[in-house]
């Protein structure tokens, strides 16, 4: 039965009415309501309605046939809208508002624009000149690109005398050639630039021809999922992921602790439906679901025009701004305390304390605001996830990652990916999508060729995060060249194969691991990116690590419901794959547990894996080797960790507070809930454990050193409750990087 009646309807009119036909302002948020329960019948009723709120729901599309001829403002903020091309039907709108639609992007504004003549506000923007440049120099251009296609390539193909036979022929190969060649605009416009085309390559073929379009071609032309993605021809059903959009919810947090007033009170509470600040969740979370915060306004023009200094374009896609373009991030060193501090924006005191054998000095070199929300300079709620250093070009990083590397490092979290100088505290560069929020980043070295053809190395740089997109971006061009429909639910991490270059791995919240072949990009920046494999997991995959022994057939992942490993050897037929192996551990009543959050893995050596659970103050070190038996068969094994240490730590039951190693220097480093780091020296205990008769540590090893967070002030008052959700030391710790849940970049330098 239906939520929606007409004593409902009457009741939510604002006023309170008594006839349907007289309402003109109807308040239905926060009902829960689902496509199904918009019943047409009945809003057909509502002949005079101008003004419709149906934001707080759970829409994922719009009916047909709504029969509103007066609306005028219309509200869906926060439901789970997957197309626009139904709001056709409200011709006379004239201001619409969708923010927090995960899967709605700046695609979808540019069709509202072009299908909305009246419209003249768009997530409380004014879209006006930019709407007017859509709807004439947009389609102007591209119906001028589409009829040379046709009369290039098709118009010959004809004969005078045609049969119903070879029309259908001609019309399936034109409207997929067309939309495969005809490129305007950048490429993160490509969907809606293919979806006009089609529009006009249409009404042309009928113009021309006499022909009846109306049928929906759409089926012809997509491709299934394993075919090959080019950013010319983006496909708009390319997954097979599950439709329902339940996107990850904040992690609880001091729940114990009532009335704390802390500054993160605001982004802990989310709903099911929204990816907001944490890329990782626990599943508990989700049965208690709060109101969202709104995000940064979707920006129709963002990406069409240089007025915003953080997302520049070209013909192609995004570009980074230049350096010295960059709204300067906030940045405070010792020698700046004093200058800073009498303008009551930050201070910094350091606090040196340590727990144990201090035999590592460390010094705070920068801490950077450089992912503040709108660049404001109060924002200390955003979260910041996953950093990464950058390749030396010349070390031969893709053979040997224990080598030395450059002392840039690329960060995300909130709306933005930094590249930051270590050095200097320097942010370089700042590449910025209002409409995401990037969870993961990482970085591979590609060989592509230049324009005089010859061949040079690259860096590139994968960003995902809540969207299910990758972005793709060639750094030293300051350009964003291309993206990737990865999944439909949020990637929490990324990561690349460190023998295949174009190989890169993505871990969704959709419960599957994909691998990607991102292709190799021309000079003029075309490429193909094609799915190789899928990896089925029971629960959300958190971490993901490739065996450094075999990278090219063993996959780890710390998920949600445990630890388990594929095998992703790919002259295997079976392109989707259940886990072959879950590890269990020691649990809390002294037997052992498959059942608990990984949300920490990396390894220590080719052997050694360091992994954190739910089990408090708990990181186990364990041997890849002697745990899994490559010679076993059968998939979905239950495999005992073969425990060679536990690492004491913080006795706190917060998650997500992940983990990171120096494979070259044997370091382990992991931060806490008060913003300090965990650094551990296991140097004097890896050759023991690699050995075949390494016995199990009987004690706790201690932290080397724990570097406390130095105190910082804003506008005289401290910042508080400090989490260190992500470290990450260069290769030859030289620098180490902390992300924290109060939006700074803490860089400390080894001395």
């Given at each position: 039965m239906s939520k929606i009646t007409t004593e409902l309807l009457l009741e939510r009119a604002v006023p309170r009415s008594t006839r349907l036909r007289k309402i003109e302002t109807l308040n239905l948020s926060k009902l829960q309501l689902k496509t199904g329960d918009l019943d047409p019948r009945l809003f057909s009723r509502l002949r005079h309605l101008q003004k419709l709120d149906l934001s707080d729901n759970l829409l994922d599309k719009f009916p047909n046939s709504l029969t509103l001829p007066d609306l005028r403002v219309l509200n869906c903020n926060n439901n789970k809208l997957e197309d626009v091309t139904a709001l056709k039907q409200f011709p006379l709108l004239e201001e619409l508002t969708y923010e927090n639609n995960v899967y709605l992007t700046l695609n979808d504004d540019y069709k509202v624009m072009f299908l909305l003549q009246n419209l003249r506000l768009l997530n409380g923007k004014d879209i006006t000149k930019l709407a007017n440049h859509v709807r004439r120099v947009n389609s102007r251009k591209l119906t001028s690109k589409v009829t040379a296609h046709w009369e290039k390539f098709f118009r010959d193909q004809l004969p005078e005398k045609y049969t119903a036979e070879q029309v259908k022929s001609i019309k399936k190969k034109f409207l997929k050639s067309v939309q495969t060649n005809v490129v305007?605009?950048?490429?993160?416009?490509?969907?809606?630039?293919?979806?006009?085309v089609k529009m006009i390559a249409e009404e042309l073929l009928a113009c021309s021809l006499g022909l009846d379009l109306s049928t929906d071609t759409e089926s012809e032309e997509m491709m299934d999922e394993n075919e090959e993605e080019s950013t010319e021809s983006p496909r708009e059903a390319a997954e097979h992921v599950d439709q329902v959009p339940v996107t990850p919810s904040k992690r609880k947090r001091n729940h114990s602790k009532p009335g704390s007033g802390n500054k993160r009170s605001k982004t802990q509470a989310n709903t099911e439906?929204?990816?907001?600040?944490?890329?990782?969740k626990s599943s508990r979370v989700q049965d208690d679901p709060a109101p969202d915060k709104p995000r940064t306004s979707n920006q129709p023009a963002k990406e069409a025009t240089c007025e915003q200094g953080a997302e520049e374009t070209q013909k192609n896609g995004e570009q980074f701004p230049k350096g010295?373009?960059?709204?300067?991030?906030?940045?405070l060193s010792g020698e700046q305390k004093s200058q800073e501090q009498d303008n009551g924006v930050v201070s910094l005191t350091p606090v040196k304390n340590s727990k144990g054998k201090e035999d590592v000095s460390a010094e705070p070199l920068h801490f950077l605001q450089c992912h503040s929300k709108g660049n404001s300079r109060e924002d200390f709620k955003t979260q910041l996830w996953s950093c990464v250093f950058e390749p030396l070009l010349d070390c031969g990083a893709r053979k040997d990652p224990i080598v030395s590397s450059s002392r840039t490092v690329a960060t995300c979290g909130g709306e933005s990916v930094c590249l930051i100088d270590c050095e200097t505290g320097t942010v370089l560069k700042k590449y910025k999508v209002a409409t995401e929020e990037f969870f993961?980043?990482?970085?591979?070295t590609l060989t592509m060729v230049i324009s005089d053809s010859r061949k040079k190395s690259h860096n590139i740089l994968a960003a995902a995060g809540r969207r299910g997109i990758v972005k793709l971006i060639h750094v030293a061009a300051d350009f964003c060249y291309g993206e990737i429909k990865a999944h439909k639910k949020p990637i929490a991490t990324v990561c690349f194969s460190p023998t295949r270059e174009t190989h890169l791995f993505t871990a969704s919240y959709d419960k599957r691991i994909a691998l990607w072949d991102i292709g190799i990009p021309d000079c003029d920046y075309n490429f193909k990116a094609s799915q190789l494999l899928v990896l089925e997991a029971l629960s959300i995959p958190l971490r993901i690590a490739l065996v450094p022994t075999c990278p090219d057939q063993y996959l780890l992942a710390g998920c949600e419901g445990g630890c388990f490993a594929w095998n992703i050897k790919l002259d295997k037929e079976q392109k989707s794959r259940p886990f072959e192996a879950i590890f269990q551990f020691p649990a809390e009543d002294g037997g052992m547990t498959t059942s608990h959050r990984v949300d920490g893995l990396a390894f220590l050596n080719d052997d050694i894996v360091?992994?954190?659970?739910s089990k408090p103050g708990c990181i186990y070190l364990w041997s890849w080797s002697r745990s899994f038996d490559t010679k076993g068969k059968g998939c979905q094994r239950t495999i005992s960790a073969v425990i060679l240490a536990e690492l004491e730590w913080s006795p706190t039951d917060l998650s997500y507070l992940t983990l990171s190693t120096c494979p070259a220097k044997d370091y382990v480093f992991c931060g806490d809930e008060k913003g300090s780091v965990w650094m551990y020296n296991l140097s004097n205990y890896t050759t023991a454990w690699t050995s075949a008769k390494g016995k199990r540590s009987d004690r706790r090893i201690p932290p080397t050193q724990i570097l406390k967070w130095p105190e910082l002030r804003d506008n005289g008052e401290q910042l508080t409750e400090v989490l260190v959700n992500n470290v990450v030391s260069d290769p030859t710790f030289t620098y180490l990087v902390v992300l924290t849940s109060v939006n700074i970049t803490a860089i400390w330098k080894k001395s």
């Amino acid at each position: 039965m239906s939520k929606i009646t007409t004593e409902l309807l009457l009741e939510r009119a604002v006023p309170r009415s008594t006839r349907l036909r007289k309402i003109e302002t109807l308040n239905l948020s926060k009902l829960q309501l689902k496509t199904g329960d918009l019943d047409p019948r009945l809003f057909s009723r509502l002949r005079h309605l101008q003004k419709l709120d149906l934001s707080d729901n759970l829409l994922d599309k719009f009916p047909n046939s709504l029969t509103l001829p007066d609306l005028r403002v219309l509200n869906c903020n926060n439901n789970k809208l997957e197309d626009v091309t139904a709001l056709k039907q409200f011709p006379l709108l004239e201001e619409l508002t969708y923010e927090n639609n995960v899967y709605l992007t700046l695609n979808d504004d540019y069709k509202v624009m072009f299908l909305l003549q009246n419209l003249r506000l768009l997530n409380g923007k004014d879209i006006t000149k930019l709407a007017n440049h859509v709807r004439r120099v947009n389609s102007r251009k591209l119906t001028s690109k589409v009829t040379a296609h046709w009369e290039k390539f098709f118009r010959d193909q004809l004969p005078e005398k045609y049969t119903a036979e070879q029309v259908k022929s001609i019309k399936k190969k034109f409207l997929k050639s067309v939309q495969t060649n005809v490129v305007y605009g950048p490429s993160s416009l490509s969907e809606f630039t293919r979806w006009r085309v089609k529009m006009i390559a249409e009404e042309l073929l009928a113009c021309s021809l006499g022909l009846d379009l109306s049928t929906d071609t759409e089926s012809e032309e997509m491709m299934d999922e394993n075919e090959e993605e080019s950013t010319e021809s983006p496909r708009e059903a390319a997954e097979h992921v599950d439709q329902v959009p339940v996107t990850p919810s904040k992690r609880k947090r001091n729940h114990s602790k009532p009335g704390s007033g802390n500054k993160r009170s605001k982004t802990q509470a989310n709903t099911e439906e929204e990816a907001v600040v944490n890329p990782r969740k626990s599943s508990r979370v989700q049965d208690d679901p709060a109101p969202d915060k709104p995000r940064t306004s979707n920006q129709p023009a963002k990406e069409a025009t240089c007025e915003q200094g953080a997302e520049e374009t070209q013909k192609n896609g995004e570009q980074f701004p230049k350096g010295q373009n960059n709204r300067r991030s906030r940045q405070l060193s010792g020698e700046q305390k004093s200058q800073e501090q009498d303008n009551g924006v930050v201070s910094l005191t350091p606090v040196k304390n340590s727990k144990g054998k201090e035999d590592v000095s460390a010094e705070p070199l920068h801490f950077l605001q450089c992912h503040s929300k709108g660049n404001s300079r109060e924002d200390f709620k955003t979260q910041l996830w996953s950093c990464v250093f950058e390749p030396l070009l010349d070390c031969g990083a893709r053979k040997d990652p224990i080598v030395s590397s450059s002392r840039t490092v690329a960060t995300c979290g909130g709306e933005s990916v930094c590249l930051i100088d270590c050095e200097t505290g320097t942010v370089l560069k700042k590449y910025k999508v209002a409409t995401e929020e990037f969870f993961s980043v990482a970085w591979t070295t590609l060989t592509m060729v230049i324009s005089d053809s010859r061949k040079k190395s690259h860096n590139i740089l994968a960003a995902a995060g809540r969207r299910g997109i990758v972005k793709l971006i060639h750094v030293a061009a300051d350009f964003c060249y291309g993206e990737i429909k990865a999944h439909k639910k949020p990637i929490a991490t990324v990561c690349f194969s460190p023998t295949r270059e174009t190989h890169l791995f993505t871990a969704s919240y959709d419960k599957r691991i994909a691998l990607w072949d991102i292709g190799i990009p021309d000079c003029d920046y075309n490429f193909k990116a094609s799915q190789l494999l899928v990896l089925e997991a029971l629960s959300i995959p958190l971490r993901i690590a490739l065996v450094p022994t075999c990278p090219d057939q063993y996959l780890l992942a710390g998920c949600e419901g445990g630890c388990f490993a594929w095998n992703i050897k790919l002259d295997k037929e079976q392109k989707s794959r259940p886990f072959e192996a879950i590890f269990q551990f020691p649990a809390e009543d002294g037997g052992m547990t498959t059942s608990h959050r990984v949300d920490g893995l990396a390894f220590l050596n080719d052997d050694i894996v360091v992994s954190k659970s739910s089990k408090p103050g708990c990181i186990y070190l364990w041997s890849w080797s002697r745990s899994f038996d490559t010679k076993g068969k059968g998939c979905q094994r239950t495999i005992s960790a073969v425990i060679l240490a536990e690492l004491e730590w913080s006795p706190t039951d917060l998650s997500y507070l992940t983990l990171s190693t120096c494979p070259a220097k044997d370091y382990v480093f992991c931060g806490d809930e008060k913003g300090s780091v965990w650094m551990y020296n296991l140097s004097n205990y890896t050759t023991a454990w690699t050995s075949a008769k390494g016995k199990r540590s009987d004690r706790r090893i201690p932290p080397t050193q724990i570097l406390k967070w130095p105190e910082l002030r804003d506008n005289g008052e401290q910042l508080t409750e400090v989490l260190v959700n992500n470290v990450v030391s260069d290769p030859t710790f030289t620098y180490l990087v902390v992300l924290t849940s109060v939006n700074i970049t803490a860089i400390w330098k080894k001395s």
